[in-house]
């Protein structure tokens, strides 16, 4: 019988056998976790030397090409997971979500860290303030890497995608992560860590895995350090109010269970198409993980007077479903991944029995299929109902961790937000509605109470993603109960893990910093053209102020003609008499083009392509007779490893333009996005 090992400062650690985890599916034994204790000293020592430093030797931009070929490499060898994963209860489908969904969302922040990091391991958040009159004096915003460890406390449903939803991130930020499973399916982490091992893709020290307890490891954490927890709310808190955390404010981030609702509207009838898709959606929250997904349907808000047809349409839907070994033909729902959680669901139903009657469930005939299944953690699925839902308690209090759910009937919208909200704060809610005007009137109410809402009619459902799955583009985590914390949400999520610190000084010092041109920063001018300067060469703040202009009224009527916009500003005197400029004014696509006109390097180059302008804006308006000039700075540079399709290397440069007239006043100002080739 194996025994799992932990992986810390390099090392697998432990040989003897300590506490049995056996399989949900048949009770036979997996795998022991072992008995060695851990040197939590070491660990985060390690973490925070070795760890930090291999991991900021790296930029965000290479951190995020490592994602990447993570994600690659593990989805080459997915199907070891999956074999594990089977014995946590799962049908392939709840599988996948945690696997799929796991290097899936390595793929994602591969690609948001490529997109929106820069190079080097300074972000600069922005927006730069002028703090002084005349420009000697600029605030901004950084984010830097935190010099610490990530510790990640998992909840068993996920094994993998839990520890991945968490590393990306975190590595992204260039923190070193010690992630501990929850030991009931800890052998489905370790199987990953060692695939993620094999892979030697990652840097030293970046990620060590605990199977077992915590130790004293939460009392050797420090100010740099960083906590993430995904579990029971009780544990949350004890975990938040841990004497050391609160001492040293170390950042805790908590997702706990959640009572999360979902509500059918007023506006829709049986017989509406919405109807059966809500009902849908209800018995594959019930169902899928068995239940145990903490974004999952807990309560069933309908309007009273559809309380009858909406429990048929679910029994009818819950009485098709197969439960049992999910390598048998035809199964469904698998099982609950461990007897203990058997045990606390069985506990948790016979509670919410004492507000809510059972109409599907326990009192039926349950009889999973497959070998050994009566040694396993299957429960069927149970539907009750609340008949006095206004009142305090049963499910809006207590959360059975399975496929339960309990419908409770309203009577108008007003009611149904209350009974929403008498979740205390909830992950997730799917209002099914076919009228705009109410999703208008009621989501406003629901979101402050609600971390993701899910509107969800007949033209959504054709591709909609599910009230029960997490997006790695959206926000996860809900208010009060369900934790108070945030995960995921793209780029912010990289963010948490980031320290934000305001930086003041001139211009020139603000934009060293980072490394990022500022308006007012010192510019470099010389004799080559910018455009002319490959990538590698370029500096930040090289610049070209241009020759002049003078705009006449036949550029605006030639512009008019070419583009076609004879937009009365530009071609009707009596009209633009009476506007705010009392004059006909150029048109602001031309002052573009002029500028471009002045500022680009006509012959062939290593600037390869424009691909687009970022804070376009046109300050002041250009009157025939006006002079104008550019200047255009180096503003950013980015090395996404990039080639182009014929294989030459390239960085993407972005240029700060300002247009100014013969007043030296600002015209335009936008910045635009070029590829420049780098030498070969
Ligand atoms: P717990 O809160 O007990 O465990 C969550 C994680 O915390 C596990 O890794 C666990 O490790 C760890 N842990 C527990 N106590 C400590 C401690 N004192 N110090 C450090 N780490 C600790 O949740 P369970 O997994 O037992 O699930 C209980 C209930 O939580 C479920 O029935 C469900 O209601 C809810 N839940 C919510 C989830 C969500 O996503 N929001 C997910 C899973 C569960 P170990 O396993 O070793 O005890």
Known sequence: MSVLQSYIAGQWLGETPAKALPSAINGDTIAHTHEETIDFAQAVEYGRNTGVKSLLALDFQQRAAILKELAIYIQERKEELYAISHHTGCTRADSGIDIDGGFGTLFTYASTG????????????????????????????????RRGVCVHINAFNFPIW???????????????????????????????????????????????????????????????DFVTFTGSADTARKLKSHPNIMARSIPFNAEADSLNSAILAPDVNPEDEEFGIFAKEVVKEMTAKAGQKCTAIRRVLVPAEHLNALAETIKGRLSNIVAGDPKEEGVRMGALSSSDQLRDVNEAIDRLLETSECVFGKHGS??????????????????????????????????AFGPVATLMPYNGIEEALTLAAKGKGSLVTTLTTRDPAIAAQMIPVLAAQHGRLQILDAEAAKESTGHGSPLPMLKHGGPGRAGGGEELGGIRAVHHYLQRTAIQGSPTMVA??????????????????????????????????????????????????????????????????????????????????????????????????????????FIT???????????????????????SPEGHPQGVVMWDVEVTNQDDELVASYDILTLVAKRQ
């Open 114 to 145: 490529r997109k929106e990091l820069p190079s080097g391991n300074v972000a600069h958040e922005g927006p730069v303030a002028q703090l002084g009159k005349n420009n000697h004096f600029n605030g901004t915003h950084i984010l830097v890497p």
């Open 621 to 643: 308006p250009v009157a025939p007779g006006d002079t104008i000039r550019a200047r255009l700075t180096c503003k950013r540079k980015i090395d996404q490893g990039r080639t």
């Open 512 to 617: 060293a910093v980072t490394r990022e041109y500022v308006r007012g920063a010192k510019v470099i001018e010389n004799d080559v053209h910018p455009f002319r300067r490959h990538f590698d060469d370029l500096q930040i703040g090289e610049s070209l102020l241009t020759h002049r202009r003078t705009v006449t009224e036949a550029d605006i009527v030639n512009f008019g003609c070419l583009s076609g916009d004879h937009f009365y500003m530009h071609f009707d005197d009596i009209a633009a008499r009476k506007t705010q400029f009392g004059q006909r004014i150029a048109h602001g696509y031309f002052v573009l083009s002029a500028a471009a006109g002045l500022f680009v390097y006509p012959g062939e180059g290593p600037v390869l392509a424009n691909y687009g302008l970022d804070t376009l804006r």
């Open 162 to 224: 839990g520890m991945l939803e968490k590393f990306a991130p975190a590595f992204l930020a260039g923190m070193p992560c010690i992630v501990k499973p929850a030991t009931a399916t800890s052998y489905v982490t370790e199987a990953a860590v060692r695939v993620i091992n094999d892979s030697g893709l990652l840097p030293e020290g970046a990620l060590q895995l605990i199977i077992g307890g915590t130790g004293d490891l939460l009392d050797r954490l420090e100010e740099q």
């Open 366 to 399: 349950f009889k999973p299929v497959g070998q050994g299944v009566e040694n396993g953690a299957f429960i069927a699925p149970h539907l009750l109902i609340n008949h006095h839902p206004l009142k305090d308690g049963g499910a809006h209090d207590l959360e």
